[in-house]
T-cell receptor
């Protein structure tokens, strides 16, 4: 039981490049979330999903897209990376909206 | 909107010292309150929680009491260990079930 895993762990992009971050969970959770963590600001919700095939915007969705084609996977895409997207990205999953969220180890992204 | 404010760090302590991290919140309704811990190189883990006023959450020697009158949820531990070195986040879950996090407090415990 691996819990929540994220791929890759580190990535450096040039401005304008695109990439996809993969989150996978093996707990059969319905809900999945993407957060970004910036110094002095805590975690902020980017997008979330309440089930396979669904997505919804969080607090800071601009510049990101997501997809949940399979229940166990939640992908976060950056179509045209900007330096303001330099951050640590965390994925999380939960059984439902009022259950504990389990977090992955994070992806550190630097955009130059 | 709902928000959480926690004391800024970093905090550096000696082993067996007493730790307090202050957390206050602003929310409509009656949120649930949480403390998460992030060890170096890892994701966040739930440390403890409280779902209503006067509830006390506790785990691994840490405690926090939900104080509605002061809108606070301060984290305390009576005797810290080197292994408690981590970043601690206070969070609340609003009535719309979304989590709002504080900025995090980095705690370093020296032997």
């Amino acid at each position: 039981n691996a819990g929540v895993t994220q791929t890759p762990k580190f990535r450096v992009l040039k401005t304008g490049q695109s990439m996809t971050l993969l989150c996978a969970q093996d707990m059969n959770h319905e809900y999945m979330y993407w957060y970004r963590q910036d110094p002095g600001m805590g975690l902020r919700l980017i997008h979330y999903s309440v089930g396979e095939g669904t997505t919804a915007k969080g607090e800071v969705p601009d510049g990101y897209n997501v997809s949940r084609l399979k229940k166990q996977n939640f992908l976060l895409g950056l179509e045209s990376a900007a330096p303001s997207q330099t951050s640590v990205y965390f994925c999380a999953s939960s059984r439902g909206r009022d259950y504990e969220q389990y977090f992955g180890p994070g992806t550190r992204l630097t955009v130059t | 909107g709902d928000s959480v404010t926690q004391m800024e760090g970093p905090v550096t302590l000696s082993e067996e010292a007493f730790l307090t991290i202050n957390c206050t919140y602003t929310a409509t309704g009656y949120p649930s309150l949480f403390w998460y811990v992030q060890y170096p190189g890892e994701g966040l883990q739930l440390l403890l929680k409280a779902t209503k006023a006067d509830d006390k959450g506790s785990n691994k020697g840490f405690e926090a009491t939900y104080r509605k009158e002061t809108t606070s949820f301060h984290l305390e531990k009576g005797s810290v260990q080197v292994s408690d070195s981590a970043v601690y986040f206070c969070a609340l879950r609003s009535t719309d079930y979304k989590l709002s996090f504080g900025a995090g407090t980095t705690v370093t415990v020296r032997a």
